[in-house]
């Protein structure tokens, strides 16, 4: 690939966007259902090459754009595979599909790193779409860092974009990426890629979420994965209090997001409930259409009014306010990633001016940890962004030195 071309599709105003782009019986809460999982099985469909970077090229790229201060963490050049698996959606067996990057000529072995990435909702941003500048996530830098890094698409992107994705939605977050991880292992073996089964966890906004949640699918499995550190950054871990705080104002910033998780769990969940139970008209026949995998999640959120007396059928609101939603009430309780005790080590941070997920959704998370036990969980609070968005080149300029600076060899 061209230099020209290597620019263009970094572009550094995004290497920090390239760079920054959810148990226990003890819990108290009735876990979600999880699967008897077969290991031995093969989850590898298919993969192929999708490019190569030099370390140089990207040292240069840093310097171009002001990162210099990244360039003593680029150690690798990085190759790019798009990557097929097998996974389940609903009790059936699907092809999902993700990106893998891995560090060129280097003479130990890479620990494993689990990218999970933020809220997408069109179809083209998936990160497997490395032809479309919109599907960097950033996280294909770490593989520079030193690691072997597994970038999800999500079901409901790349191979599997004809469902709807379940949107912070538990189980199926954390059993796709570990099938994915399962996959990119029986790749590395196939090219003779020496590895460590050391796993490092991170991702922002949904990202962060996943990220949770597949720290608990791994812990609640007990598979045999060495999780050496997750950081999580702006999750909404604990979906039901955040559910309440969006309710608890008749205005919400961006209620798209707001719309997509009634949508998705309302498909995942097989509900099939009209969405006029949800939803006021125009907007309840709009959804659909909305989230066909055309528009992204700025554009939706244009398309959809910020007040929720206005989007939502009051029934609704009311019905979570009061309790009354049992089955919808239910479900985000089961999928929320907050109350239990990781028995590895987890940082969370979050941005105080955020107005998408307030903090204090990473505060009860981290103080409902400590009170179940958990020895290595740490709050990083911050307040060096100004939105939601900004904060996460914050985090992962925190990130990115940590988990280089613990990489081990």
Request: hydrophobic fraction near 40%; proline fraction near 5%; include cysteine.
């Amino acid at each position: 690939m061209a230099i020209s071309r290597w620019l263009q599709w970094i572009s550094f105003g995004s290497l920090m966007v390239w760079m920054v782009a959810c148990g226990d019986d003890e819990t108290g809460v009735v876990p979600p259902k999880t699967d008897t999982l077969d290991t031995a099985q093969s989850y590898l469909k298919a993969y192929t090459p999708a490019g190569s970077f030099t370390a140089d090229q990207l040292r240069l790229v840093a310097q171009l754009y002001g990162y210099s201060n990244y360039q003593p963490l680029i150690a690798y050049g990085v190759d790019i595979y798009k990557i097929s698996y097998q996974t389940t959606y609903q009790d059936d067996t699907i092809t999902a599909s993700g990106l893998v990057t891995i560090p060129q000529g280097m003479t130990g072995q890479a620990p494993l790193l689990a990218g999970l990435h933020g809220t997408l909702s069109r179809h083209d941003q998936a990160p497997s779409n490395v032809d479309n500048l919109d599907s960097r996530t950033g996280l294909e830098l770490f593989s520079a860092f030193g690691f072997i890094t597994a970038i999800p698409d999500y079901l409901g992107f790349g191979t599997s974009e004809n469902i709807l994705h379940p949107y912070y939605d538990y189980l199926h977050t954390g059993r796709t990426t570990v099938d994915m991880l399962y996959a990119v292992q029986e790749m590395l073996e196939k090219e003779a890629i020496s590895y460590r089964k050391d796993l490092f966890i991170t991702g922002y906004s949904e990202g962060g979420y996943a990220a949770m949640a597949t720290l608990r699918y791994i812990q609640e499995n007990n598979l045999d994965f060495r999780v050496k550190a997750t950081a999580v950054g702006a999750g909404g871990y604990d979906i039901s209090a955040l559910m309440q705080s969006i309710l608890s104002n008749n205005e919400y910033p961006r209620t798209a997001y707001l719309a997509y998780i009634i949508h998705a769990y309302n498909r995942t969940n097989g509900w099939n409930r009209p969405l006029t139970d949800f939803f006021q008209e125009p907007y309840a026949s709009q959804v659909p259409a909305l989230f066909d995998g055309s528009l992204d999640i700025g554009s939706i959120n244009q398309r959809l009014p910020n007040r929720l007396d206005v989007l939502c059928n009051p029934a609704f609101v009311a019905g979570i306010r009061e309790g009354t939603e049992a089955k919808f009430l239910e479900a985000i309780q089961a999928n929320s990633v907050s109350d239990w005790a990781p028995r590895s080590l987890v940082r969370l941070y979050h941005e105080q001016d955020d107005e998408i997920i307030p903090i204090v959704n990473s505060e009860g998370t981290y103080e409902a940890m400590i009170a179940r036990g958990a020895a290595e969980v740490y709050y990083f609070p911050f307040n060096e962004a100004t939105s939601h968005g900004s904060g996460t080149q914050v985090m992962y300029q925190m990130v990115a030195p940590w988990f280089s600076s613990i990489r081990g060899e």
